[in-house]
């Protein structure tokens, strides 16, 4: 069963290679605080905004689900949002270690066998900011790189942020009480973010 989580997530990151290709360009500003820009799209880039954005602090377990292509995976994560920054430690079903993804506003820390050494963990961070980081400013940092991201709030208290380039939906992001689905049409991949009490 081992083997075969392992394959899985080397095809959902196969994706991530990928866009390590595309970030051979970097800005001054990225490379000066150490941290690479986000392709959002194969043109248009972002940086990770300051942990002072995060709109919530959470900690907890969470079981993330992750899908790319026809390939899916699951794995339980420890999770730390607050102004301090991320932190979640990977674990997979029984509890093995699965890695770190670390963010303090300063520099990315991937630490994880898992994972191909090449797949930047400043894609999963601009994920997670996309989920629990002040829309406001979210959207200040999109537009600035000539992105749209729109914020609606549907009647049963769900908030649905996506992100557009141009009339093309790039990412759209549901988010509950509970639970978390991040989709991103463009690359083809998906997460879900469903808290401990919830699985």
Known sequence: MKNNMKNLLKHLCGIFIVITVLCSCTSKKAEASGLRPIYITNSKT???LN???ACVVFEGLQALNGSFGSQSFTLLSYTQIDAKGINLSLMNDFGADMGNLFYDGISV???TAYFP???PGEYIICDIQ???YDKDELRKNFEAAG???VVITEENAVEIRKIFDGKNLIEEISISQNEVKIQNFLR???YQLVNAEDF
């Open 130 to 132: 996309n989920a629990y």
């Open 51 to 53: 942990p002072t954005k």
């Open 147 to 149: 992105l749209k991201f």
């Open 117 to 119: 050494k090449a797949l």
């Open 188 to 190: 083809g991949y998906s």
């Open 46 to 48: 972002v940086n990770l």
């Open 109 to 111: 820390i991937f630490d």
